[in-house]
């Protein structure tokens, strides 16, 4: 099932498309992300995740002002690389977050059981852009609510409205669904 998401940026000029497909064999994004937060850059990226919305591999390229860099992640049976070099400070990760988007968001709201009031603590391998810097980092999603969840990380604290394939529809001051389409659930 193909899924076409938009957000357009709430703080600066920015807007991003994903073009989503789910399988019986996992989810694949392909998206394309225009910002000017500090500067024009515009970020690419493929996205893989299995059937179970397990993070398989990240692909991403920045191109800007100071030239064009990229960057692949994947993990495997809890071995984690970038660019084919073994990450060990990776290991316990289980998803990842890209900063400059909320698709990434939806993997452990796909991914987990939830109940109401449920709270998860997560290491996440946290991808800084336009960097390309890729730390553990820890993260804590609540479900607060039907299609309600809180994001926490150090002292950043979001509540975000999910729609039902679980894709953000507003990360409040940052990033607002664009478009008429507001997604469909993956199969």
């Known amino acids: 099932m193909r899924t076409d998401l938009a957000w357009a940026a709430v703080t600066w000029p920015?807007?991003?498309?994903?073009?989503?497909c789910s399988s019986d064999?996992?989810?694949?994004?392909?998206?394309?992300?225009l910002m000017f937060e500090s500067g024009p850059a515009r970020v690419s990226y493929q996205l893989d995740c299995d059937a179970g919305w397990r993070f398989r591999e990240l692909i991403i390229t920045v191109a800007g002002t100071s030239g064009e860099r990229s960057l692949v992640l994947t993990a495997a049976d809890g071995r984690w690389r970038t660019d084919g070099t073994d990450r060990p400070d990776l290991a316990g990760c289980v998803d990842i977050d890209i900063n400059c988007t909320p698709l990434t968001n939806t993997l452990p709201i796909r991914r987990l059981t939830w109940s109401p009031g449920a709270a998860v603590d997560l290491s996440i391998?946290?991808?800084?852009?336009?960097e390309l810097d890729v730390q553990p980092v820890r993260q804590r999603?609540?479900?607060?609510?039907?299609?309600?969840?809180?994001?926490e990380s150090g002292s950043f604290?979001?509540?975000?409205?999910?729609?039902?394939?679980?894709?953000?529809?507003?990360?409040?001051?940052?990033?607002?669904?664009a478009g008429e389409n507001p997604g469909s659930a993956p199969g």
């Open 141 to 151: 999603y609540t479900k607060l609510a039907a299609g309600l969840y809180r994001y």
């Open 25 to 33: 064999t996992g989810f694949h994004a392909d998206s394309l992300l």
């Open 14 to 20: 920015g807007l991003e498309h994903v073009i989503g």
């Open 125 to 130: 391998a946290y991808v800084s852009v336009p």
């Open 157 to 177: 604290r979001a509540d975000l409205p999910v729609d039902e394939g679980g894709f953000v529809l507003d990360y409040p001051g940052i990033w607002a669904r």
